[in-house]
């Protein structure tokens, strides 16, 4: 009966010990860590730079369904915007700055993130036959930058990405100009060049499209054009390495 008893006193006591460590002011049950923003951006940039996208996003996300004051929620956004841009999904990291830019228009960052739209599109610019779809992309963009935040920390940069955004353009348009000349479809090849020069007159390559667009007036028996072309291009550029051959060309027209 003895045994019983300090049996049963055992069990008591445990059970007891049990209750007490369970409800016993919570001391031995660890509290839930408060909710700190700023240590979740933080979380999130570790992860960004260490390449684990879908991870960083979930936290992301975490600031921006529980940060009450809307303080930290705009740097959340930017941050999956530039999640799965540093990805490779260009296109979804486009949207969500657009998102952004629709959430937060009047936010210090909204240039900023309009200017990373534009040069989402840039950084696909290749080279002229792949890449002016892209630039043209970039070049709208870069425009709604200027007209929408004219005071934007960017203009000086600004003005050399639009620069390269035309080149590479007006690039492409001369490629296809010459492609046509190629293959004697010079009425397409003349409506190509003729509009490469009218939306970027001070193209870095207008004289080769001169000469160009002078030669494909003469094969098009448009003489009287192919003359203004070449005269253009000898006043316009009179130290191109095509002036020689422009005056040769106007030569040949006098014994007509």
Same mark, same amino acid.
């Given at each position: 009966?003895?045994?019983?008893?300090?049996?049963?006193?055992?069990?008591?006591?445990?059970? =007891?010990?049990?209750?007490?460590?369970?409800?016993?002011?919570?001391?031995?049950?660890? @509290?839930?860590?408060?909710?700190?923003?700023?240590?979740?951006?933080?979380?999130?940039?570790? +992860?960004?730079?260490?390449?684990?996208?879908?991870?960083?996003? @979930?936290?992301?996300?975490?600031?921006?369904?529980?940060?009450?004051?809307?303080?930290?929620?705009?740097?959340?956004?930017?941050?999956?915007?530039?999640?799965?841009?540093?990805?490779?999904?260009?296109?979804?990291?486009?949207?969500?700055?657009?998102?952004?830019?629709? =959430?937060? &228009?009047?936010?210090?960052?909204?240039?900023?993130?309009?200017?990373?739209?534009?040069?989402?599109?840039?950084?696909?610019?290749?080279s002229p036959?792949?890449?002016?779809?892209?630039?043209?992309?970039?070049?709208?963009?870069?425009? #709604? =930058?200027?007209?929408?935040? &004219?005071?934007?920390?960017?203009?000086?940069?600004?003005?050399?990405?639009?620069?390269?955004?035309?080149?590479?353009?007006?690039?492409?348009?001369?490629?296809?100009?010459?492609?046509?000349?190629?293959?004697?479809?010079?009425?397409?090849?003349?409506?190509?060049? *003729?509009?490469?020069?009218?939306?970027?007159? *001070?193209?870095?390559?207008?004289?080769?499209?001169?000469? =160009?667009?002078?030669r494909a007036?003469?094969?098009?028996?448009?003489?009287?054009?192919?003359? *203004?072309?070449?005269?253009k291009l000898?006043?316009?550029?009179?130290?191109? #390495?095509?002036?020689?051959?422009?005056?040769?060309? +106007?030569? @040949?027209?006098?014994?007509?």
């Amino acid at each position: 009966m003895a045994n019983d008893k300090w049996l049963f006193l055992f069990f008591a006591l445990c059970s =007891l010990l049990f209750i007490l460590t369970s409800c016993g002011g919570g001391k031995a049950v660890k @509290k839930e860590e408060g909710f700190d923003p700023e240590r979740y951006l933080s979380r999130a940039d570790i +992860l960004i730079n260490d390449k684990e996208y879908e991870e960083a996003r @979930k936290v992301l996300l975490e600031v921006k369904n529980r940060d009450n004051t809307k303080k930290h929620a705009p740097q959340a956004q930017l941050k999956i915007a530039e999640s799965y841009i540093r990805g490779g999904d260009i296109d979804i990291g486009i949207e969500e700055y657009r998102k952004f830019m629709e =959430l937060y &228009p009047d936010n210090q960052y909204a240039s900023y993130a309009q200017y990373q739209i534009g040069m989402a599109y840039f950084s696909q610019i290749e080279s002229p036959d792949r890449g002016s779809g892209a630039a043209q992309k970039a070049l709208l963009e870069f425009i #709604r =930058l200027k007209e929408i935040y &004219p005071r934007n920390p960017y203009r000086e940069v600004l003005e050399l990405r639009i620069e390269k955004c035309r080149n590479v353009i007006a690039d492409g348009e001369l490629m296809v100009g010459e492609f046509y000349y190629k293959k004697k479809s010079y009425n397409a090849a003349i409506n190509r060049i *003729e509009g490469l020069l009218k939306q970027f007159p *001070e193209y870095k390559r207008g004289d080769e499209a001169l000469i =160009l667009l002078a030669r494909a007036y003469k094969s098009a028996k448009m003489d009287e054009k192919a003359r *203004e072309a070449f005269n253009k291009l000898i006043e316009k550029y009179p130290s191109s #390495r095509f002036a020689p051959d422009a005056k040769k060309e +106007l030569e @040949k027209f006098k014994g007509k």
